[in-house]
């Protein structure tokens, strides 16, 4: 019974993780890039307030990590967004059996929770003069439909941060 407690905890926590891939050019030199600006029309699929916690975190992030905002940057970044209704998969299930030679049963599931959204972020840096994509990260993740904006503001956080653990790319080991 101890063990069902911890499977449960870790299914509960796994399906709320945030998964991310990568994929990027691996004939680049990613230490050669220091500054970096965002494409005007950043932040497809997002409203105007996440487009600007988005690039402000992602500006906070990569300053983190050395690299300054500029006018005439080395790559610029471009951010989409597309969000997909999540369906409701909690629910507290009831039900009655019945024993005995004659068997039967009744149960059903009572939905809990807040509707979520499912968002997948994608985050594109482009090399600025040869206008080539060099490196993308793609997070999936879901967002409570009714969040506060200090809700968004650390979900945005978060999704940031796990996508630039790939930021700049460890070369391979040979």
């Not at 299914?11 to 691996?26: A, M």
């Not at 790559?75 to 209704?85: D, E, F, G, P």
């Not at 600025?128 to 506060?148: P, V, Y």
Request: charged share 25%; proline share 3%.
């Amino acid at each position: 019974m101890r063990y069902f407690k911890y499977l449960f905890l870790f299914v509960l926590i796994s399906c709320s993780s945030t998964k991310v891939v990568y994929d990027y050019d691996s004939q680049t030199n990613f230490t050669a890039y220091k500054t970096f600006n965002f494409f005007e029309d950043a932040g497809k699929g997002l409203n105007e307030l996440d487009v600007k916690r988005v690039t402000n975190e992602l500006a906070n992030k990569l300053q983190q990590k050395g690299m300054r905002l500029s006018e005439t940057p080395d790559i610029y970044i471009n951010v989409l967004s597309k969000q997909s209704k999540s369906e409701r998969r909690n629910s507290i299930g009831v039900g009655i059996g019945g024993g005995g030679n004659v068997g039967f049963g009744i149960s059903g599931g009572i939905p809990i929770g807040s509707r979520k959204v499912n968002q997948e972020l994608i985050i594109d840096f482009v090399e600025s003069k040869k206008d080539e994509l060099i490196w993308q990260g793609i997070a999936n993740s879901e967002l409570k439909q009714r969040s506060t904006p200090e809700e968004r503001v650390m979900h945005y956080s978060k999704v940031i941060t796990e996508i630039l653990k790939g930021y700049p790319p460890k070369k391979a080991s040979k």
